[in-house]
């Protein structure tokens, strides 16, 4: 018994040790799969081989062998006579390291003889169920785990006890919204009315076609592992390989070991549907607008057939959805689907729907049988016409505060700004450890400011190309011709967003010499040179430069920009740079670092020093507001 409490708590200590050994910023994961669990069933026979012996070791080999998830043992003794009192399951448990639950159906020879379950996950909660059973007690034992829950049983030898045993089953199926799995030597055979009445409800998930009894010449199956089918009987049809299964089986194995009991054990490994309502992961965002095509970008739990459904009203509707080289995209969590062929200034209704896809295979895809379809949202695209009056709100180095993102926001709720889209201008999405810590950075902006139907651009600042996962950022960002600096047009308005990389040389200790940020600019420089040449930026009338790391007016010794963009930019008929990174908010008049034009920075990460820069575009006339609650950062500029 002592041995047991110490490897119970060894057990327990594993998770914790795990914890503590993890690197603190480990590369999140590309994909997440669909729930899996590998399930197995075992009738021990007391743990008495057919050579006589009692071997509990043997027992665990053939789970060890397999690596369950979840075991259902039948026929076993706790503290009875024949088996020297020994608590069997604990035993297994201790050789096993899984944690155990019993399940005694009756008295037998001082102690306990039953039914119970070894499982990597110490069940959340355990309910057991009277069967029907003539020739001695039969229960149902039914372990719930926190994505799923399974069942264990051993029916009774009578034919009218398995049938009557059949809705107390179901019933307990039907009790939870978690895939329900049950396994169990059930004594009958695959062909007979009650595996036929079973499969109704149920559908079977382990080999039938291998006998599993007797263990040493078997010659009949009647140990199973069986799925509630919680909608009914698939549908198959020939686009879609499999429609609506509880569960895909990637394994289904009958063991090969003739003494360790007087059955073979079963094994299936099977993948369960999410879900539908815990598919999308959040809201969707909108990217890279354009008067005639916007990115629709969302994540989902699992990886999904994805669509968008939109029009100009939300009973007339055309899908869109991602191809790459004549191939849907749907190896990854990761969503990015173009709406093209729009007209501007047109409002728009869309959806996003998604399929899991279970499991994908060289002529073998399996789906879930629901389908995610999300509320319609709405959005307009930029008008082209009427020099396309906008409002657009920038916020900068919010450094994940809540508090002053909630600030600014109220500031302008109050002041009655309603923004077209939104530009974070770096500093925004700070550090991120892994590909869940950016998801939570990109949303807690997003979903406050309506992202769904709202444009939002993220420009990187320097605290965005730090940490574990900062390139791994480009999955869930739109950039404009993919790449992280970029020019586009709102309505008389030619905006272009510059990307400065870090505020330290390359060859700096701290960046371990994985850094080139010297190429980057470089390629910018060439960039702007075709910019400034370009058509739609000479015939824009109104000019905005946005970098985070202010080019002009910036503090820094290192001033790399400076000297390579400035003699560009110096000249070029821009009526205002906007930058950020400096924590102070400052505003430079013409003439600075020998610009020709204005330059405003913005505040830093506390309520009282955040800032908010609104760019309005009215009847043709672009002016400037900073909304802030220090009275001393706000500014107005009226363009020429």
Known sequence: MIKHLFNKMRRLALPLMAAICSPACAQAQTTNLPIQAGIASYNIHHGEGTDGKYDFERLANQFNHWQADVIALQEVDSMTTRSGKTYALGTLADITRYYDTFCPTMDYQGGKYGIGMLSRQKPLKVTSYALPGKEEPRRLMVAEFKDYVVACTHLSLNADDRMASLPIILQAARNTDKPFVIAGDWNDTPNS????????????????????????????????????????????SRSYCYVNEPAVVTTATVGSSKTASDHRPIFAKMIFPTPVEKLMTTKPYLQLSTPTSVNVMFQTNSVSHCWVEFGTDTFHTQRARTLLDGQEVCYDIENNIQLKNLQPGTRY????????????QAYATHFAGDTLRTPFFSFQTPDTKNNGDFVCAIFNDLHESKETYDALRRLMENEGINPDFVIFNGDCLPEPANREHALRMIHAL????????????????????????????????????????????????????????????????VYAGLNDFTQLRLDQAEFLKKELKSKDFKQAKHHVLISHIPVFGNLDNYRPCLDLWGPLLKKAPFDVAIGAHTH????????????????????????????VSILTLKNGKLSMRVLSNNPKSRWTLDMK
């Open 193 to 236: 009315p009650f595996i036929k009445a079973l499969s109704k409800d149920f559908c079977l998930r382990s080999n039938t076609r291998l006998a599993t009894f007797p263990a040493d010449s078997p010659k009949d199956c009647i140990d199973y592992i069986a799925v509630y089918k919680r909608s009914g009987e698939p549908n198959y």
């Open 349 to 360: 209704f869309y959806r996003v729907c998604a399929t899991e896809i279970l499991l994908k």
């Open 446 to 509: 997003a979903d406050p400011i309506n992202g769904a139907e709202r444009p939002i651009i993220f420009l990187r600042g320097n605290h965005e190309i730090r940490n574990c996962y900062s390139a791994g950022m480009h999955h869930q960002i739109g950039y404009y011709n993919d790449k992280t600096y970029s020019a586009f047009t709102q309505g008389n308005t030619r905006f272009v967003l510059l990307d400065c990389g870090e505020d330290k040389p390359d060859n700096s200790d």
């Open 584 to 611: 102070s908010a400052a505003f430079y008049p013409e003439g600075t670092d020998g610009c020709q034009f204005p330059v405003y920075v913005g505040g830093g990460p506390s309520a009282k020093k955040g800032t």
